[in-house]
């Protein structure tokens, strides 16, 4: 628990600072005392079972879930000034693949913030969106509609999308899921120039066997934070057991203790 | 037609076509976001606002009944909303929850003011578009019915605010994710679109009911999901089959009883069912999914299979029997094939220069040697390559290869010759025949 030791100061001006974050779901804790903070052009994993909370994480992050306690800090400053320098990658499970939109509007998606309220998408938005399509592989796709994509398009569609954010901050919902192994390639390639340039990138990730070639840093998560810092540091037997392993069940237990007294009060 | 009134038929085409397009453009976001019922609900629990609209202000002019069904009808969205997020509904379930409790409370609380009440839940739900022209206001030197000018500023309403918000009702119903990520409120823009349904609903269903309200939010946008492949295409498609059904809606209620001897039927529900064939017609051949559409296509894949049969047939006896001509019908025969389809794919085959045809004996052109060549390296490539990378059983691997060998394009087939390590011979020992590309003609 190395952020825990070294006291994270008040204000940071680390991409993203996590302190003391507590989630809850119809007063069922998810995720407890969560927090950790994360080097200026690092590329991070953060792994653990499924229902440790890992996409809650992300969502609290950015606000999406109400925290029941605790603070998040990008760039030193709370989510909602420095949503520009964020962009993000959802799970492609969580649209509906059959909306009538083509690729490139997907990718235009990404740049409506800067657009702002009420403006439309002009030229110049969607010349940087296919420019954004050329960098993922997948230009010559950008007049179809979505449902006609592969699991690798959507998921490339998204990181173009994601592009065009042109955050300094990423986070990305399993990046890696059901895409086929070139689009592995491909997605981690990007990832690193990324990192290349500077940005900082904090993806879930599943696949134990590829997070030492893949991440420098990682964060082991199961409803709190069993370990983060260096993967060649923290990424090792013991922290795996703790965080896939029997012992976390209690905190299980004590969650569905509160949830059932809160129900029969 | 002879009971055709232009000024009286005219208004009411013109108001019956402005409410569905008004209907149908909200009703596009409803489809898209899953909640089609919304608008359904909406127009029933309207009722007790309604009523308590009249109770207070002891009239029936419009405006007061307006602002009370348009917050009951935002107070539906909200606590459907709440039933949902806070008990363990679903969306279907806590709409159903809310808009019966609403619906009986308004219908108690007219009974229970029944003397005082003018209110006919009948018409609420059934409405009265063949009335609306008797009701007029006047602008400037125009007489103009009551229910067409109201239900104008609704569709100017509506079109106004997805104009204006397109994209962020694009965004934030495609991915609420990122769109409340990057700030544009996701549960802001649903109240705003839910104001505009419950406006519209409330503003339509004095004059159509509340039925058609429904069939207009759900069934236009929904066939015109079918037709388009783009946000944008979907709205005005929605807008085009709305006012379509509008005018011939009506013009089928005066002229479709008359054939059989009756007085004119249901503006209302007539419209209804015309949007509901054009929905049927969609279904059936819509160019993507279509059934009929997808019934044809399956007929075209099953003649070029055959004819993909027909060459690779030829081009085996050839090189088994070394004979380069067949009767025609001894290979139907050994294909088992209808005559019919028979005929036409050979017709097809001609035309295309593949095969040559010499009294009723058939054999391959240049041309046909080429297709049944590569056809036939597909088949036995995979027959190899489900043999030894599949590990199928050999009995199995024929009636398998006979299948994908349709569908093996170049690049398929450069594959599979790599990954069975470039051996040249098939499981049966026959060759596998090189690649042929186009014939270059002098």
Redesign the interface.
């Known amino acids: 628990m190395q952020s825990l030791d070294n006291e994270t100061p008040a204000i940071s001006d680390a991409p993203l600072c996590v302190q003391d974050l507590t989630v809850a779901y119809h007063r069922k804790p998810v995720l407890w005392d969560v927090g950790f903070e994360i080097p200026r052009g690092s590329l991070v994993g953060i792994i653990g079972p499924n229902g440790a909370g890992k996409s809650t994480l992300l969502k609290a992050i950015m606000g999406i879930v109400p925290l029941a306690s605790g603070r998040v800090q990008i760039f030193g400053k709370p989510y909602r000034k420095s949503r520009e320098s964020v962009g993000y990658v959802p799970q492609k499970e969580s649209v509906d693949w059959d909306f009538p939109v083509t690729v490139l509007d997907v990718v235009t998606m990404g740049l409506y913030k800067k657009i702002g309220w009420c403006r439309p998408v002009g030229v110049k938005h969607r010349t940087l969106a296919l420019q954004a399509l050329e960098s993922v592989g997948i230009a010559d796709l950008a007049n179809r509609q979505i449902s006609e994509l592969s699991g690798g398009q959507q998921q490339r569609t998204f990181l173009a999308r994601a592009l065009v954010q042109d955050a300094n901050l990423y986070l990305m919902d399993e990046p890696f899921a059901a895409v086929d192994a070139a689009t592995e390639n491909a997605i981690i390639s990007m990832l690193r120039t990324m990192k290349a340039n500077g940005r900082t990138t904090l993806v879930i990730h599943h696949d134990l066997q590829t997070v030492p070639a893949y991440f420098d840093h990682v964060i082991l998560l199961n409803m709190r934070v069993v370990a983060d810092g260096p993967v060649e540091k923290v990424f090792n037997e013991d922290n795996l057991n703790k965080t896939y392993g029997g012992r976390l069940t209690l905190l299980d237990e004590v969650s569905e203790a509160m949830r059932r007294r809160e129900r029969s009060l | 037609m002879n009971s055709f009134n232009w000024q009286l038929d005219g208004w009411i085409i013109l108001t019956a076509a402005v409410c569905a397009v008004a209907c149908s453009l909200v009703g596009n976001f409803l489809v898209?976001r899953?909640m089609s019922m919304l608008g359904d609900a909406i127009t029933h629990a309207v009722l007790p606002g309604l009523a308590v609209a009249f109770v207070v202000t002891e009239s029936r002019s419009s405006f007061p009944m307006f602002v009370g069904a348009a917050v009951v009808g935002l107070c539906t969205a909200f606590f459907t909303e709440w039933i949902r997020t806070?008990g363990r509904v679903d969306e279907g379930a806590s709409l159903g929850v809310v808009f019966t409790t609403l619906f009986a409370l308004g219908l108690v609380l007219i009974v229970h003011w029944i003397d005082r009440v003018d209110l006919d839940a009948n018409c609420v739900l059934y409405g009265s578009i063949e009335l609306t022209p008797l009701e007029t206001v006047q602008i400037l030197s125009f007489h103009v019915p009551r229910a067409f000018l109201i239900l104008s500023i609704v569709l100017g309403l509506n079109t106004l605010a997805i104009v204006?918000?397109?994209?962020?009702l694009?965004?934030a119903?495609?991915?609420s994710?990122?769109a409340?990520?990057?700030?544009?409120s996701p549960a802001i823009i649903h109240y705003a679109l839910m104001t505009l349904v419950a406006i519209t609903a409330v503003a339509s269903f004095e004059s159509v009911g509340s039925v058609l309200v429904v069939a207009m939010m759900v069934v236009p946008p929904a066939t015109a999901?079918l037709l388009?492949?783009?946000?944008s295409?979907?709205l005005i498609v929605s807008a085009l089959i709305a006012s379509l059904s509008g005018i011939f809606g009506h013009l089928s209620a005066i002229a479709i009883p008359s054939w059989f001897g009756f007085r004119s039927t249901s503006t209302a529900g007539m419209m209804a069912v015309t949007a509901g064939l054009l929905f049927m017609l969609a279904a059936m051949f819509a160019p993507r999914g279509g059934i009929v559409i997808r019934m044809w296509h399956q007929i075209l894949l099953g003649l070029h299979i055959l004819a993909d049969d027909i060459v690779a047939l030829l081009y085996r006896v050839e090189e088994k029997q070394a004979r380069t001509e067949s009767e025609a019908h001894w290979i139907r025969e050994v294909l088992l094939c209808n005559r019919l389809a028979f005929m036409a794919v050979k017709r097809w085959l001609l035309l295309r220069g593949e095969l040559s045809i010499e009294g009723n004996k058939l054999s391959l052109t240049e041309q046909g040697h080429l297709r049944a060549q590569n056809l036939v390296r597909s088949h036995r490539l995979w027959e190899q390559y489900l043999l030894d990378e599949v590990g199928l059983d050999p009995s199995r691997i024929h009636p398998q290869a006979e299948k994908m060998e349709h569908y093996t394009d170049k690049s398929l087939r450069q594959k599979l010759h790599q990954a069975i390590d470039n051996q040249e011979v098939d499981p049966h020992g026959s060759p596998i025949p090189v690649e042929r590309s186009k014939i270059h003609k002098d």
Do not use: A
Request: charged letters at 25%; glycine letters at 8%; aromatic letters at 18%.
């Open positions: 898209l899953r806070s204006c918000f397109y994209k962020e694009k965004l119903s495609f991915d994710g990122l409340s990520s990057v700030g544009f999901f388009t492949r783009r946000l295409q979907m």
